[in-house]
Protein backbone atom coordinates (compact mmCIF):
# COMPACT_ATOMS: atom_id res chain seq x y z
CA UNK A 1 0.00 0.00 0.00
CA UNK A 2 1.23 3.16 -0.94
CA UNK A 3 2.20 5.32 1.99
CA UNK A 4 0.85 9.03 0.31
CA UNK A 5 -2.48 8.96 1.52
CA UNK A 6 -3.77 9.39 5.55
CA UNK A 7 -5.71 6.48 6.55
CA UNK A 8 -9.25 7.82 6.41
CA UNK A 9 -11.83 7.54 9.35
CA UNK A 10 -14.94 5.45 9.88
CA UNK A 11 -16.54 2.99 7.46
CA UNK A 12 -16.64 5.78 4.38
CA UNK A 13 -13.26 6.93 5.50
CA UNK A 14 -11.50 3.73 4.81
CA UNK A 15 -13.06 3.20 1.49
CA UNK A 16 -12.32 6.60 0.41
CA UNK A 17 -8.72 5.49 1.20
CA UNK A 18 -8.84 2.44 -0.66
CA UNK A 19 -10.66 4.01 -3.49
CA UNK A 20 -7.54 7.30 -3.03
CA UNK A 21 -4.89 4.91 -3.03
CA UNK A 22 -5.88 2.45 -5.97
CA UNK A 23 -5.51 5.93 -8.00
CA UNK A 24 -1.97 6.59 -6.84
CA UNK A 25 -1.36 3.42 -9.29
CA UNK A 26 -2.92 4.56 -11.90
CA UNK A 27 -2.86 7.90 -14.16
CA UNK A 28 -6.47 9.17 -14.66
CA UNK A 29 -7.02 12.53 -15.91
CA UNK A 30 -7.78 15.78 -13.71
CA UNK A 31 -11.05 15.64 -12.32
CA UNK A 32 -11.90 12.13 -13.13
CA UNK A 33 -10.74 11.08 -9.58
CA UNK A 34 -12.91 13.75 -7.84
CA UNK A 35 -15.61 12.16 -10.18
CA UNK A 36 -15.21 8.30 -9.11
CA UNK A 37 -14.73 9.22 -5.15
CA UNK A 38 -17.79 11.27 -4.76
CA UNK A 39 -21.23 9.82 -4.22
CA UNK A 40 -23.67 10.87 -6.67
CA UNK A 41 -26.65 11.80 -4.65
CA UNK A 42 -28.23 10.38 -0.83
CA UNK A 43 -32.02 10.47 -0.55
CA UNK A 44 -33.26 10.73 2.88
CA UNK A 45 -36.77 9.72 3.32
CA UNK A 46 -39.09 10.27 6.04
CA UNK A 47 -42.55 8.57 6.40
CA UNK A 48 -45.06 7.64 8.76
CA UNK A 49 -47.12 4.28 8.89
CA UNK A 50 -50.22 3.84 11.06
CA UNK A 51 -50.24 0.81 13.24
CA UNK A 52 -50.97 -0.75 16.32
CA UNK A 53 -53.49 2.26 16.54
CA UNK A 54 -51.01 5.26 16.02
CA UNK A 55 -48.91 6.83 13.74
CA UNK A 56 -45.27 5.71 13.89
CA UNK A 57 -42.24 7.71 11.51
CA UNK A 58 -39.26 6.07 10.16
CA UNK A 59 -36.59 7.61 8.02
CA UNK A 60 -34.48 5.24 5.52
CA UNK A 61 -31.45 6.37 2.54
CA UNK A 62 -30.85 5.42 -0.70
CA UNK A 63 -27.78 6.46 -2.17
CA UNK A 64 -26.51 6.24 -5.44
CA UNK A 65 -22.62 6.06 -6.00
CA UNK A 66 -21.78 6.04 -9.41
CA UNK A 67 -23.90 5.94 -12.45
CA UNK A 68 -21.07 5.15 -15.13
CA UNK A 69 -23.37 2.26 -16.22
CA UNK A 70 -27.38 1.94 -15.35
CA UNK A 71 -28.80 0.59 -13.74
CA UNK A 72 -26.98 0.89 -10.55
CA UNK A 73 -27.33 -1.67 -7.65
CA UNK A 74 -26.86 -1.98 -4.27
CA UNK A 75 -29.28 -4.53 -0.92
CA UNK A 76 -31.23 -2.61 1.74
CA UNK A 77 -30.46 -2.97 4.74
CA UNK A 78 -33.08 -2.80 8.07
CA UNK A 79 -31.18 -1.68 11.56
CA UNK A 80 -31.13 0.41 14.07
CA UNK A 81 -27.57 1.34 13.41
CA UNK A 82 -27.48 2.77 10.41
CA UNK A 83 -26.88 6.57 8.98
CA UNK A 84 -26.43 8.60 5.71
CA UNK A 85 -22.80 8.06 5.71
CA UNK A 86 -22.62 4.44 5.88
CA UNK A 87 -25.33 4.14 2.99
CA UNK A 88 -22.97 5.98 1.00
CA UNK A 89 -20.03 3.95 2.09
CA UNK A 90 -21.76 0.58 1.11
CA UNK A 91 -23.05 2.31 -2.35
CA UNK A 92 -19.56 3.34 -2.73
CA UNK A 93 -18.43 -0.29 -2.25
CA UNK A 94 -21.16 -1.68 -4.35
CA UNK A 95 -19.43 0.77 -7.42
CA UNK A 96 -16.07 -0.83 -6.91
CA UNK A 97 -17.42 -4.44 -6.17
CA UNK A 98 -19.84 -4.53 -9.43
CA UNK A 99 -16.68 -2.81 -12.08
CA UNK A 100 -14.13 -5.92 -10.38
CA UNK A 101 -16.54 -8.90 -11.08
CA UNK A 102 -17.24 -6.64 -14.40
CA UNK A 103 -21.54 -6.39 -13.72
CA UNK A 104 -22.78 -3.85 -16.06
CA UNK A 105 -24.24 -2.22 -12.96
CA UNK A 106 -23.46 1.03 -11.04
CA UNK A 107 -23.25 1.42 -7.36
CA UNK A 108 -26.00 1.95 -4.57
CA UNK A 109 -27.48 0.87 -1.26
CA UNK A 110 -30.15 1.44 0.96
CA UNK A 111 -31.35 1.38 4.33
CA UNK A 112 -34.31 2.27 6.81
CA UNK A 113 -33.90 2.34 10.37
CA UNK A 114 -35.85 0.05 11.90
CA UNK A 115 -35.58 -2.82 14.43
CA UNK A 116 -37.33 -6.21 12.61
CA UNK A 117 -37.47 -7.87 15.94
CA UNK A 118 -39.60 -5.17 17.74
CA UNK A 119 -42.49 -6.06 14.73
CA UNK A 120 -44.96 -8.31 13.50
CA UNK A 121 -44.73 -9.47 9.91
CA UNK A 122 -47.78 -8.04 9.16
CA UNK A 123 -46.36 -4.49 10.46
CA UNK A 124 -42.90 -4.92 8.56
CA UNK A 125 -45.26 -5.63 5.22
CA UNK A 126 -47.00 -2.07 6.18
CA UNK A 127 -43.36 -0.41 6.88
CA UNK A 128 -41.43 -2.01 3.44
CA UNK A 129 -44.48 -1.13 0.85
CA UNK A 130 -44.46 2.37 2.07
CA UNK A 131 -40.75 2.19 1.98
CA UNK A 132 -40.95 1.39 -1.42
CA UNK A 133 -43.80 4.17 -2.16
CA UNK A 134 -41.54 6.47 -1.12
CA UNK A 135 -38.61 5.07 -3.50
CA UNK A 136 -40.87 4.86 -6.94
CA UNK A 137 -41.71 8.46 -6.55
CA UNK A 138 -38.35 9.75 -6.36
CA UNK A 139 -37.06 7.94 -9.15
CA UNK A 140 -34.91 5.45 -6.46
CA UNK A 141 -36.14 2.08 -7.81
CA UNK A 142 -36.44 0.32 -11.34
CA UNK A 143 -35.33 -2.09 -13.64
CA UNK A 144 -33.46 0.21 -15.89
CA UNK A 145 -32.71 3.00 -12.80
CA UNK A 146 -32.00 1.36 -9.45
CA UNK A 147 -32.53 -2.24 -8.60
CA UNK A 148 -32.24 -2.97 -4.74
CA UNK A 149 -31.68 -6.56 -3.13
CA UNK A 150 -31.62 -8.29 0.13
CA UNK A 151 -28.81 -6.85 2.86
CA UNK A 152 -28.67 -7.29 6.53
CA UNK A 153 -32.34 -7.71 8.16
CA UNK A 154 -33.90 -8.21 4.89
CA UNK A 155 -34.23 -11.54 2.40
CA UNK A 156 -36.59 -12.74 0.22
CA UNK A 157 -40.28 -11.53 2.13
CA UNK A 158 -39.26 -8.20 2.08
CA UNK A 159 -38.39 -7.89 -1.82
CA UNK A 160 -41.16 -9.76 -2.80
CA UNK A 161 -43.05 -7.37 -0.78
CA UNK A 162 -41.12 -4.77 -2.74
CA UNK A 163 -41.70 -6.04 -6.07
CA UNK A 164 -45.26 -6.38 -5.51
CA UNK A 165 -45.60 -2.82 -4.56
CA UNK A 166 -43.78 -1.79 -7.33
CA UNK A 167 -45.59 -4.00 -9.97
CA UNK A 168 -48.72 -2.06 -9.20
CA UNK A 169 -46.70 1.22 -9.50
CA UNK A 170 -45.41 0.32 -12.97
CA UNK A 171 -48.26 -1.74 -14.18
CA UNK A 172 -47.85 -1.11 -17.92
CA UNK A 173 -44.04 -2.10 -17.30
CA UNK A 174 -43.57 -5.57 -18.69
CA UNK A 175 -39.92 -5.67 -17.02
CA UNK A 176 -41.40 -4.09 -13.73
CA UNK A 177 -40.52 -7.62 -11.44
CA UNK A 178 -37.07 -7.05 -12.72
CA UNK A 179 -36.98 -3.67 -10.03
CA UNK A 180 -35.64 -5.77 -7.58
CA UNK A 181 -33.63 -9.43 -6.96
CA UNK A 182 -33.30 -11.80 -4.58
CA UNK A 183 -37.29 -12.44 -4.60
CA UNK A 184 -38.28 -15.75 -3.83
CA UNK A 185 -38.46 -18.36 -6.52
CA UNK A 186 -42.36 -17.92 -7.06
CA UNK A 187 -41.96 -14.31 -7.41
CA UNK A 188 -39.45 -14.01 -10.41
CA UNK A 189 -36.31 -15.31 -7.90
CA UNK A 190 -33.65 -17.65 -9.38
CA UNK A 191 -32.66 -20.77 -7.75
CA UNK A 192 -29.13 -20.48 -5.78
CA UNK A 193 -29.48 -16.38 -4.64
CA UNK A 194 -29.83 -17.92 -1.17
CA UNK A 195 -27.02 -19.53 -1.00
CA UNK A 196 -24.79 -17.19 -3.21
CA UNK A 197 -22.96 -15.10 -0.97
CA UNK A 198 -21.51 -18.22 1.45
CA UNK A 199 -21.09 -19.98 -1.93
CA UNK A 200 -18.73 -17.30 -3.71
CA UNK A 201 -16.82 -17.49 0.04
CA UNK A 202 -16.39 -20.96 -0.78
CA UNK A 203 -15.58 -20.41 -4.37
CA UNK A 204 -13.01 -17.69 -3.44
CA UNK A 205 -11.00 -19.31 -0.71
CA UNK A 206 -10.72 -22.63 -2.88
CA UNK A 207 -9.06 -19.76 -5.85
CA UNK A 208 -6.94 -18.79 -2.95
CA UNK A 209 -5.81 -22.29 -1.97
CA UNK A 210 -4.84 -22.84 -5.84
CA UNK A 211 -2.73 -19.95 -6.63
CA UNK A 212 1.11 -22.06 -6.37
CA UNK A 213 2.06 -18.01 -6.48
CA UNK A 214 -0.01 -16.70 -3.86
CA UNK A 215 0.99 -19.44 -1.44
CA UNK A 216 4.50 -19.07 -2.60
CA UNK A 217 4.24 -15.17 -1.88
CA UNK A 218 2.74 -15.92 1.89
CA UNK A 219 4.76 -19.02 2.46
CA UNK A 220 1.96 -21.52 2.36
CA UNK A 221 1.92 -24.89 1.31
CA UNK A 222 -0.87 -27.25 1.14
CA UNK A 223 -4.29 -27.63 0.51
CA UNK A 224 -7.46 -26.39 1.85
CA UNK A 225 -8.29 -30.14 3.43
CA UNK A 226 -8.40 -29.72 6.97
CA UNK A 227 -8.14 -26.11 7.71
CA UNK A 228 -9.66 -24.65 11.01
CA UNK A 229 -12.06 -22.18 10.09
CA UNK A 230 -13.58 -19.18 12.73
CA UNK A 231 -16.60 -17.57 11.45
CA UNK A 232 -18.25 -14.94 13.26
CA UNK A 233 -21.83 -13.94 12.16
CA UNK A 234 -24.24 -17.34 11.77
CA UNK A 235 -26.78 -15.49 9.03
CA UNK A 236 -27.34 -16.10 5.41
CA UNK A 237 -23.74 -15.56 4.10
CA UNK A 238 -21.66 -17.12 7.38
CA UNK A 239 -24.13 -20.10 8.06
CA UNK A 240 -23.95 -20.90 3.93
CA UNK A 241 -20.16 -20.45 3.30
CA UNK A 242 -19.17 -22.82 6.76
CA UNK A 243 -21.63 -24.90 5.34
CA UNK A 244 -20.14 -25.55 1.97
CA UNK A 245 -16.51 -25.25 3.72
CA UNK A 246 -17.43 -28.36 6.02
CA UNK A 247 -19.47 -30.13 3.54
CA UNK A 248 -17.13 -30.11 0.61
CA UNK A 249 -13.43 -29.21 1.14
CA UNK A 250 -13.59 -30.89 4.54
CA UNK A 251 -12.66 -28.03 6.72
CA UNK A 252 -13.19 -27.83 10.33
CA UNK A 253 -15.46 -25.57 12.04
CA UNK A 254 -13.90 -24.65 15.30
CA UNK A 255 -15.46 -21.51 16.05
CA UNK A 256 -18.55 -19.54 15.62
CA UNK A 257 -19.45 -16.23 16.82
CA UNK A 258 -22.83 -14.54 17.46
CA UNK A 259 -23.74 -11.65 18.74
CA UNK A 260 -25.03 -13.14 22.30
CA UNK A 261 -22.05 -15.63 22.29
CA UNK A 262 -20.15 -18.25 20.78
CA UNK A 263 -18.72 -22.00 20.62
CA UNK A 264 -15.73 -23.60 20.20
CA UNK A 265 -14.58 -27.22 19.12
CA UNK A 266 -11.49 -27.85 18.09
CA UNK A 267 -12.15 -30.58 16.53
CA UNK A 268 -14.67 -28.90 14.04
CA UNK A 269 -18.29 -28.81 14.29
CA UNK A 270 -21.14 -29.86 12.19
CA UNK A 271 -23.14 -27.02 10.63
CA UNK A 272 -26.62 -28.29 10.25
CA UNK A 273 -26.67 -28.99 13.42
CA UNK A 274 -25.00 -26.06 15.11
CA UNK A 275 -27.98 -24.18 12.82
CA UNK A 276 -30.82 -26.51 14.03
CA UNK A 277 -29.56 -25.38 17.82
CA UNK A 278 -29.28 -21.53 16.99
CA UNK A 279 -32.82 -21.40 15.00
CA UNK A 280 -34.24 -23.17 17.70
CA UNK A 281 -32.51 -20.99 20.96
CA UNK A 282 -31.57 -18.55 19.54
CA UNK A 283 -27.94 -18.31 20.80
CA UNK A 284 -25.44 -21.50 21.11
CA UNK A 285 -25.98 -21.43 25.12
CA UNK A 286 -26.49 -25.20 26.03
CA UNK A 287 -25.48 -26.62 23.27
CA UNK A 288 -23.09 -29.36 23.39
CA UNK A 289 -21.29 -29.68 19.92
CA UNK A 290 -18.38 -27.23 21.50
CA UNK A 291 -17.96 -25.28 24.34
CA UNK A 292 -19.42 -22.20 24.78
CA UNK A 293 -18.92 -18.63 25.95
CA UNK A 294 -21.12 -15.72 26.58
CA UNK A 295 -18.00 -13.15 26.23
CA UNK A 296 -17.36 -12.86 22.56
CA UNK A 297 -14.92 -9.92 23.03
CA UNK A 298 -11.62 -12.30 22.07
CA UNK A 299 -13.54 -14.41 19.74
CA UNK A 300 -10.79 -13.82 17.20
CA UNK A 301 -7.87 -14.51 18.99
CA UNK A 302 -7.66 -17.88 18.55
CA UNK A 303 -5.20 -20.04 17.02
CA UNK A 304 -6.76 -21.03 13.48
CA UNK A 305 -6.24 -21.23 9.46
CA UNK A 306 -9.05 -18.93 8.51
CA UNK A 307 -11.13 -16.01 9.92
CA UNK A 308 -14.02 -14.91 8.06
CA UNK A 309 -16.16 -12.08 9.68
CA UNK A 310 -19.08 -12.38 8.12
CA UNK A 311 -21.39 -9.76 10.29
CA UNK A 312 -20.86 -6.15 10.47
CA UNK A 313 -18.45 -3.74 9.74
CA UNK A 314 -15.39 -2.35 11.89
CA UNK A 315 -14.88 -5.78 14.23
CA UNK A 316 -10.92 -6.25 13.94
CA UNK A 317 -9.69 -3.36 16.24
CA UNK A 318 -6.24 -2.48 15.79
CA UNK A 319 -5.38 -4.38 18.93
CA UNK A 320 -6.82 -7.25 17.46
CA UNK A 321 -5.29 -7.00 14.03
CA UNK A 322 -1.93 -6.80 16.08
CA UNK A 323 -2.57 -10.22 18.11
CA UNK A 324 -4.42 -11.79 15.52
CA UNK A 325 -3.14 -15.89 14.66
CA UNK A 326 -4.08 -16.77 11.29
CA UNK A 327 -2.83 -17.76 7.88
CA UNK A 328 -6.18 -16.03 6.05
CA UNK A 329 -8.85 -13.83 6.71
CA UNK A 330 -11.69 -13.80 4.35
CA UNK A 331 -13.91 -10.60 4.32
CA UNK A 332 -17.28 -12.42 4.10
CA UNK A 333 -19.09 -9.01 5.70
CA UNK A 334 -18.73 -5.39 4.04
CA UNK A 335 -16.13 -3.71 5.42
CA UNK A 336 -14.98 -5.91 8.48
CA UNK A 337 -11.60 -3.86 8.58
CA UNK A 338 -11.42 -0.73 8.83
CA UNK A 339 -7.99 0.72 7.52
CA UNK A 340 -5.55 1.27 10.29
CA UNK A 341 -6.67 -2.42 11.05
CA UNK A 342 -5.73 -3.13 7.45
CA UNK A 343 -2.75 -2.04 7.72
CA UNK A 344 -1.59 -3.76 10.57
CA UNK A 345 -2.05 -6.96 9.28
CA UNK A 346 -0.76 -6.51 5.82
CA UNK A 347 2.92 -5.12 7.34
CA UNK A 348 2.37 -8.62 9.54
CA UNK A 349 1.85 -10.50 5.86
CA UNK A 350 -1.43 -11.66 6.63
CA UNK A 351 -2.92 -11.83 3.48
CA UNK A 352 -7.04 -10.44 3.72
CA UNK A 353 -9.41 -11.05 0.61
CA UNK A 354 -11.32 -8.40 0.36
CA UNK A 355 -14.74 -7.52 0.92
CA UNK A 356 -15.64 -6.07 -2.51
CA UNK A 357 -14.31 -9.85 -3.86
CA UNK A 358 -15.35 -11.98 -1.12
CA UNK A 359 -18.78 -11.34 -1.05
CA UNK A 360 -19.61 -10.28 -4.89
CA UNK A 361 -21.85 -14.00 -5.07
CA UNK A 362 -24.56 -12.24 -4.03
CA UNK A 363 -24.55 -9.40 -6.56
CA UNK A 364 -23.35 -11.63 -9.53
CA UNK A 365 -26.37 -14.24 -8.90
CA UNK A 366 -28.39 -11.04 -8.89
CA UNK A 367 -27.43 -10.40 -12.08
CA UNK A 368 -28.48 -13.68 -13.29
CA UNK A 369 -31.75 -13.08 -11.82
CA UNK A 370 -32.21 -9.92 -13.04
CA UNK A 371 -31.15 -10.89 -16.75
CA UNK A 372 -33.81 -13.98 -16.18
CA UNK A 373 -36.38 -11.69 -15.89
CA UNK A 374 -35.99 -9.28 -18.22
CA UNK A 375 -35.72 -12.23 -21.05
CA UNK A 376 -38.95 -13.50 -19.42
CA UNK A 377 -37.55 -17.38 -19.70
CA UNK A 378 -36.12 -19.63 -17.54
CA UNK A 379 -32.14 -20.52 -18.23
CA UNK A 380 -32.32 -23.33 -20.25
CA UNK A 381 -35.24 -23.60 -21.41
CA UNK A 382 -35.10 -23.53 -25.17
CA UNK A 383 -31.79 -26.25 -25.23
CA UNK A 384 -32.34 -28.65 -22.38
CA UNK A 385 -34.19 -31.45 -24.53
CA UNK A 386 -31.93 -31.43 -27.23
CA UNK A 387 -28.85 -31.19 -25.23
CA UNK A 388 -29.71 -33.99 -23.05
CA UNK A 389 -30.89 -36.00 -26.63
CA UNK A 390 -27.23 -35.24 -27.34
CA UNK A 391 -25.96 -36.47 -24.83
CA UNK A 392 -27.63 -39.52 -24.61
CA UNK A 393 -26.37 -40.15 -28.28
CA UNK A 394 -22.82 -40.24 -26.90
CA UNK A 395 -23.78 -42.47 -23.97
CA UNK A 396 -25.19 -45.12 -25.30
CA UNK A 397 -22.20 -44.82 -28.42
CA UNK A 398 -19.74 -45.31 -25.99
CA UNK A 399 -21.48 -48.00 -24.16
CA UNK A 400 -21.72 -49.74 -27.59
CA UNK A 401 -18.20 -49.06 -28.26
CA UNK A 402 -17.02 -50.29 -25.60
CA UNK A 403 -19.71 -53.00 -24.57
CA UNK A 404 -19.39 -51.71 -20.98
CA UNK A 405 -22.41 -49.21 -18.98
CA UNK A 406 -21.59 -45.77 -17.44
CA UNK A 407 -20.94 -45.84 -13.62
CA UNK A 408 -24.65 -44.06 -12.80
CA UNK A 409 -23.10 -41.80 -10.74
CA UNK A 410 -21.68 -40.08 -13.65
CA UNK A 411 -24.25 -41.17 -16.06
CA UNK A 412 -26.81 -39.53 -14.49
CA UNK A 413 -25.56 -36.27 -13.60
CA UNK A 414 -24.18 -35.91 -17.24
CA UNK A 415 -27.83 -36.76 -18.72
CA UNK A 416 -29.80 -34.42 -16.16
CA UNK A 417 -28.37 -31.65 -18.83
CA UNK A 418 -27.84 -29.04 -16.42
CA UNK A 419 -30.82 -27.38 -13.93
CA UNK A 420 -30.84 -23.62 -13.27
CA UNK A 421 -29.09 -24.17 -9.82
CA UNK A 422 -26.40 -25.86 -11.82
CA UNK A 423 -26.20 -22.75 -14.35
CA UNK A 424 -26.29 -20.25 -11.24
CA UNK A 425 -23.46 -21.95 -9.78
CA UNK A 426 -21.49 -22.69 -12.83
CA UNK A 427 -22.24 -18.93 -13.97
CA UNK A 428 -20.86 -17.53 -10.24
CA UNK A 429 -18.01 -19.55 -10.46
CA UNK A 430 -16.61 -18.67 -13.52
CA UNK A 431 -17.19 -14.68 -12.59
CA UNK A 432 -15.57 -15.03 -9.58
CA UNK A 433 -12.82 -16.84 -10.76
CA UNK A 434 -12.18 -14.59 -13.64
CA UNK A 435 -12.01 -12.02 -11.20
CA UNK A 436 -9.90 -13.88 -8.74
CA UNK A 437 -7.77 -14.52 -11.82
CA UNK A 438 -7.01 -10.59 -12.98
CA UNK A 439 -6.34 -10.02 -9.12
CA UNK A 440 -3.96 -12.37 -9.20
CA UNK A 441 -2.48 -10.89 -12.45
CA UNK A 442 -1.84 -7.52 -11.07
CA UNK A 443 -0.69 -8.62 -8.39
CA UNK A 444 2.01 -10.18 -10.79
CA UNK A 445 2.57 -7.72 -13.23
CA UNK A 446 2.84 -5.04 -10.91
CA UNK A 447 4.92 -5.84 -7.82
CA UNK A 448 4.20 -2.69 -5.89
CA UNK A 449 0.70 -3.90 -5.27
CA UNK A 450 1.54 -5.84 -2.85
CA UNK A 451 -2.22 -7.11 -1.31
CA UNK A 452 -5.08 -8.41 -3.08
CA UNK A 453 -7.58 -5.51 -1.66
CA UNK A 454 -5.28 -2.62 -3.61
CA UNK A 455 -5.22 -4.90 -6.63
CA UNK A 456 -8.97 -5.04 -6.52
CA UNK A 457 -9.65 -1.28 -6.08
CA UNK A 458 -6.79 -0.79 -8.80
CA UNK A 459 -9.09 -3.11 -11.22
CA UNK A 460 -12.28 -1.32 -10.30
CA UNK A 461 -11.40 2.37 -10.41
CA UNK A 462 -9.55 1.66 -14.01
CA UNK A 463 -12.54 -0.04 -15.18
CA UNK A 464 -15.03 2.84 -14.18
CA UNK A 465 -12.43 5.30 -15.34
CA UNK A 466 -12.31 3.66 -19.12
CA UNK A 467 -16.46 4.01 -18.78
CA UNK A 468 -16.33 7.71 -18.29
CA UNK A 469 -13.52 8.04 -20.62
CA UNK A 470 -15.68 6.71 -23.04
CA UNK A 471 -18.51 8.79 -22.13
CA UNK A 472 -15.76 11.57 -22.95
CA UNK A 473 -15.29 12.39 -19.72
P1 LIG B 1 -27.83 -11.77 8.28
O1 LIG B 1 -28.68 -10.76 8.95
O2 LIG B 1 -28.47 -12.93 7.62
O3 LIG B 1 -26.74 -12.38 9.30
C1 LIG B 1 -25.91 -11.61 10.11
C2 LIG B 1 -25.59 -12.48 11.33
O4 LIG B 1 -24.62 -11.78 12.11
C3 LIG B 1 -26.80 -12.73 12.21
O5 LIG B 1 -26.87 -14.09 12.56
C4 LIG B 1 -26.55 -11.84 13.42
O6 LIG B 1 -27.12 -12.34 14.61
C5 LIG B 1 -25.03 -11.87 13.47
N1 LIG B 1 -24.46 -10.74 14.21
C6 LIG B 1 -24.96 -9.49 14.36
N2 LIG B 1 -24.15 -8.76 15.15
C7 LIG B 1 -23.12 -9.56 15.49
C8 LIG B 1 -21.98 -9.39 16.30
N3 LIG B 1 -21.71 -8.23 16.90
N4 LIG B 1 -21.13 -10.44 16.46
C9 LIG B 1 -21.39 -11.63 15.87
N5 LIG B 1 -22.48 -11.85 15.10
C10 LIG B 1 -23.33 -10.83 14.91
O7 LIG B 1 -26.92 -10.91 7.26
P2 LIG B 1 -26.14 -11.46 6.01
O8 LIG B 1 -27.00 -11.29 4.81
O9 LIG B 1 -25.54 -12.77 6.33
O10 LIG B 1 -24.98 -10.35 5.87
C11 LIG B 1 -23.79 -10.41 6.64
C12 LIG B 1 -22.77 -9.48 6.03
O11 LIG B 1 -22.56 -9.83 4.65
C13 LIG B 1 -23.15 -8.00 6.00
O12 LIG B 1 -21.97 -7.22 6.14
C14 LIG B 1 -23.71 -7.80 4.60
O13 LIG B 1 -23.62 -6.45 4.15
C15 LIG B 1 -22.77 -8.70 3.83
N6 LIG B 1 -23.31 -9.13 2.53
C16 LIG B 1 -24.45 -9.88 2.45
C17 LIG B 1 -24.89 -10.30 1.20
C18 LIG B 1 -26.10 -11.18 1.05
O14 LIG B 1 -26.35 -11.65 -0.08
N7 LIG B 1 -26.85 -11.46 2.08
C19 LIG B 1 -24.20 -9.93 0.04
C20 LIG B 1 -23.03 -9.18 0.17
C21 LIG B 1 -22.60 -8.79 1.42
Given at each position: MSDNNQLGHGFLGSINHYMSDAMTYLDLPEGLSERILQCNSTYTVKFGVRLRGKLFSFQGWRSVHSEHISPVKGGIRYAMNVDAEEVEALAALMSMKCALVDLPFGGSKGALMIDPNEWEADEIEKITRRFTQELARRNLIGPGQNVPAPDVGTGEREMAWIADEYVRHAQNDVDARACVTGKPLGRGGIDGRTEATGRGVQYAIQAFYKDDAMLEKYGYEGALRDKRIVVQGFGNVGYHAVKFLSEEDACRITRVIEYNGMITNDDGMDVEALKSYFSENGSFKGCDLGEYSEDVSEGFLIDCDIIIP????????EDVAEKISTELIVEAANGPISAASDKIIQDRNIPIMPDMFVNSGGVIVSYFEWVKNLTHIPFGLMDRRSRVRNRRVIVDAMETMTERAFPSDVREPFLAGGSELDLVRSGLEDVMLSAYERISKVMHDDPSIKDMRTASYVIAVSTIARAYRELGL
Open positions: AALEDVIS
